[in-house]
């Protein structure tokens, strides 16, 4: 019979009961209760399943079951008595139930944690089918309304590069620009693409803002740090010039693919074989190339991963490596086909290659970055996936690839 002491200045009245049916004791309330120094230590448990006593000024109180402590709770509530008051115990009776009570909380730890993994893996898959068409309808819309997608994109994205420049892990070993000045860069690089499509191209833009950013933190307030021009500048070639190639592929190679059937069956009201340019054609190659990559990547690593591929990101392996370059260029050659763009084979697996390499160094970068930042993900924008940043690293590279491979290498764009 477990006998639980309560100190006379707890009780006014000399006998008193104490109804344990009409509550649920909770183990961390009994632990506390037999560590606290203001009672006595006197508890005697000669039977584990029986019932639960209690002693007021010296009056035994009547005993009373344990009522709806079953199961995974009673074991936790003997386990913390145990562990409270051992001398009071057999020794291996109190082992035997704290190993018990243990072993259950692993095992529940354990299920708790494949169920929060199940729902990562569902949210993840529910908001990446979602993104991915709605990124579809956008590329096939082109013009103002992918542009401004590409914008806004950039503009969130820029904002939380600069988060991560300013977070402990990196302002550690560096001094972060001011924040007045992480501000106005995220609004210069969302305008990066809207003038890109205004104008054609922005370099002369981008050298000004540069110069602009650079004088501001020249001029400032306090002691002015290399670190804060190097991490400021970096941020508008990644943040804001980099993504505008994807503006210039898409809407900037306005040549027909002629030779696309899809094109000669497109109707007049979402703008006939007109719509089908090079530039589509491109940029949806291109991202479907980018998604298989990842996607074979992520197979191949978890199915025969072994040997790590870098430290910046120590989950990514070899082998997982080589079934995304593999998936990657399966994926060009087969919508080459499709699409009948480019003509040559050698061109679509060179394509392909470049894809591929473009997204392993975007999501390589982005992994540098966060791991100085000392986070997991760059945001918390989407559920499952992390931030913006974390969506769209294998891409940031990857437009200059790509528009710089069908501008130059291509004859008359492959078609």
Not at 385 to 412: C, N, Q
Request: proline residues 6%; contains cysteine; aromatic residues 10%.
């Amino acid at each position: 019979m477990l006998t639980l002491p309560i100190p006379n200045n707890l009780s006014m009245a000399t006998t008193s009961y104490l109804d344990l049916s009409r509550c649920r004791p909770l183990p961390p309330f009994l632990s506390s209760l037999s560590a606290c120094p203001c009672l006595p230590s006197t508890v005697t448990l000669p039977r584990w399943r029986a019932k639960l006593g209690a002693r007021l000024d010296g009056t035994r109180l009547p005993v009373v079951g344990l009522g709806p402590i079953r199961g995974l709770g009673r074991r936790r509530l003997i386990a913390a008595v145990a562990r409270a008051e051992p001398d009071h115990l057999g020794d291996g009776n109190a082992k035997q139930e704290v190993q018990n009570g243990h072993e259950l909380s692993v095992s529940e730890d354990a299920v708790s944690e494949k169920q929060e993994k199940a729902s990562q893996l569902k949210k993840r898959i529910v908001f990446g089918l979602g993104i991915g068409l709605s990124v579809g309808v956008v590329v096939l819309a082109g013009g103002w309304i992918f542009t401004t997608v590409v914008a806004a994109a950039v503009f969130v994205g820029a904002r939380e590069y600069f988060e991560l420049v300013r977070s402990r892990g990196i302002t550690a070993g560096m001094t972060p620009p001011p924040r007045y000045v992480s501000r106005v860069c995220s609004v210069i690089c969302a305008l990066m693409p809207l003038l890109t499509l205004y104008r054609g191209q922005i370099d002369v833009s981008v050298a000004s803002a540069a110069f602009i950013v650079a004088m501001a933190l020249h001029l400032q307030r306090g002691n002015p740090r290399f670190a804060q021009l190097s991490s400021t500048l970096f941020g508008l070639f990644y943040c804001g010039y980099l993504p505008c190639f994807w503006v210039k592929l898409r809407c900037g190679l306005a040549a027909p693919a002629l030779n696309t059937g899809i094109g000669a069956s497109w109707p007049i009201v979402l703008g006939g074989q007109a719509q089908w340019t090079v530039g589509l054609v491109a940029t949806l190659i291109s991202f479907s190339s980018i998604i298989a990559a990842d996607t074979f990547a992520f197979i191949g690593g978890k199915a025969f991963g072994r040997t790590p591929l870098t430290s910046v990101s120590p989950k990514k392996t070899w082998e997982g490596t080589i079934a995304g370059l593999c998936g990657c260029i399966a994926t060009t050659v087969v919508l080459s086909n499709i699409f009948c763009w480019p003509k040559s084979l050698l061109s679509a697996m060179a394509f392909g290659i470049l894809n591929f390499f473009g997204s392993v160094f975007g999501d390589l970068t982005e992994s540098m970055i966060k791991r100085d930042a000392g986070v997991k993900d760059s945001g918390s924008l989407i559920p499952g996936h992390g931030g913006i940043l974390d969506r769209v690293d294998s891409y940031i590279f990857t437009g200059a690839l790509a528009y710089s491979f069908v501008k130059t290498f291509l004859p008359l764009y492959g078609v």
